[in-house]
């Protein structure tokens, strides 16, 4: 692949915030030039991240360790128990941003001051997009695609994040990630096999990366281990598409919404959480895909997280045996519409103005699989994954050493993503 050419400046930056102690040099990087440092310090550890790979399998960092934290327990299940918020709205607050629905749940109206058709469930996520005259209702786009209006003393708002570039010297405790866990509902079940739907395993794993995201931890780079320390901070904030737990989570979500949230977020990254089935041959090898956004000015940061992200499923996935399957052609990927031959295929991907991958970790439909994701080991390993690949997405400038393929166009089908005309919005019970 073509890599950018990172030209670092400054003689020396030192960041030091939440845990996390970025140096930087003066440098030009390419392939063939070492990437930023990022120097994990804590006083029970002192990791550095690994450096950019420049073949197509993961290459292990350099840890130095005096007392390592141990590791986070793995439990069954991963249960969040978010507690809706009061409502609330930020002074000055003009309506676009990240809309909670408060305690109670909040009623839905086509328009201010209309009679409301649904009482949405408190606790639901959507995207604002503006407010009344008399600032009583705010516009939604909601989970079926389409816009309404709430009452706006009955939701908790959240501003757009700043405007700003991520990499090496920005400080995780800043992040914005949103996580979306694909497919949803009962018309949009996704892959199946071994017993299992691919929208609850999509889930499941969704939950653990939350949590992770939510906490401080170590990481220890050599083993890619999440441990119980504070060297990388908790991010700023963590925005699910799909909330709840169990089958609360379990409703229908166009792409455009799951899109809009992370828009109106102006979140750092958004990664979609998904599982393959189809046409495969046997590897050796995790088939894991990662497909990134085609457009431009985007497709170099979104590029950049899939491939970091691949290589960290392989790096991840390596203990779990040999019996997998994947596509000839691996790694991170980005496919274009027949129709003209130029724009993002994928719906979610083509609607996103932040950063995006779609993670496809393994496949469903290869039995030795999907044994391995209706384990709690496995499914932590997958979020683990994609934490890791995002701390080294917001956190330094490294590129990645995993397969990276140019955009091409794509003649197959991969159903409809859209909300179905019998979408509906969950409701308070």
């Known amino acids: 692949m073509t890599r950018r050419i990172i030209l670092v400046t400054a003689a020396v930056a030192v960041v030091a915030a939440g845990g996390l102690l970025v140096l930087r040099s003066d440098s030009s990087a390419t ?11 804590t006083t029970m550890v002192t990791t550095t991240l690994p450096p ?5 399998t993961s290459s292990p960092p350099t840890t130095t360790t005096t007392s390592l934290p141990p590791p986070v327990e793995i439990p069954d299940r991963v249960i969040l128990g978010d507690a809706p918020p009061q409502p609330e709205i930020p002074d000055g607050w003009d309506g676009n941003g990240v809309v909670t629905v408060a305690a109670g749940g909040a009623d839905v109206a086509s328009a201010p001051g209309n009679e409301p058709f649904v009482r949405m469930r408190e606790g639901l996520v959507v995207a604002g997009r503006g407010m009344s005259i008399d600032r009583e209702w705010v516009r939604i786009f909601h989970m079926c695609d389409g ?7 009955e939701i908790a708002a959240m501003s757009p994040a700043p405007d700003a570039v991520v990499g090496a010297g920005f400080d995780f405790a800043n992040a914005v990630i949103v996580v979306d866990a694909g ?29 992770m995201l939510r906490r401080p931890n170590t990481v220890n780079w050599e083993t890619g281990e999440i441990l119980a320390g504070d060297a990388i901070p908790a991010a700023a904030a963590v925005i699910r598409t799909r909330v709840g737990d169990g089958e609360a989570a379990d409703y229908e979500a166009g792409l455009d919404f799951r899109a809009a949230v992370a828009n109106e977020a102006n979140a750092h990254a958004m990664v979609s959480i998904h599982n393959n089935a189809g046409s495969e041959i046997s590897l050796d090898i995790p088939g894991s ?3 990134y956004q085609s457009q431009a000015p985007i ?3 979104s590029r950049r997280l899939a491939t970091l992200l691949v290589e960290e499923f392989r790096r991840g996935f390596d203990d779990f045996g040999d019996e997998w399957v994947g596509a000839v052609v ?33 496949y469903l439909s290869n039995p030795a699989e999907a044994a391995l994701l209706a384990t709690p080991e496995f499914q932590h390993a ?26 091409e166009v794509w003649e197959g089908f991969s159903g409809r993503g859209g909300a179905r005309p019998v979408c509906e919005i969950p409701a308070q019970p």
């Open 147 to 153: 816009v309404a209006w709430v009452r706006a003393g």
């Open 299 to 301: 497709q170099d940061p």
């Open 382 to 407: 997958y979020a683990a994954a994609v934490y890791r690949a995002l701390v080294r997405f917001v956190a330094t400038d490294e590129p990645g050493g995993a397969p990276s393929h140019d955009p």
């Open 52 to 56: 950019a790979a420049t073949t197509t």
């Open 330 to 362: 691996l790694g991170a990927k980005s496919r274009i519409s027949p129709r003209d031959g130029v724009s993002q295929y994928y719906g979610i991907l083509k609607a996103s103005r932040v950063p995006t991958v779609i993670a496809e970790g393994a």
């Open 183 to 211: 497919h949803g509902g009962p018309a949009n079940t996704g892959a199946s096999g071994g017993g299992l739907s691919e929208k609850v395993v999509n889930a499941e794993i969704a939950a653990r990366l939350v949590e």
């Open 289 to 291: 895909d990662v497909y």
């Open 31 to 41: 392939d063939a030039a070492a990437p930023t440092t990022t120097a994990v310090v």
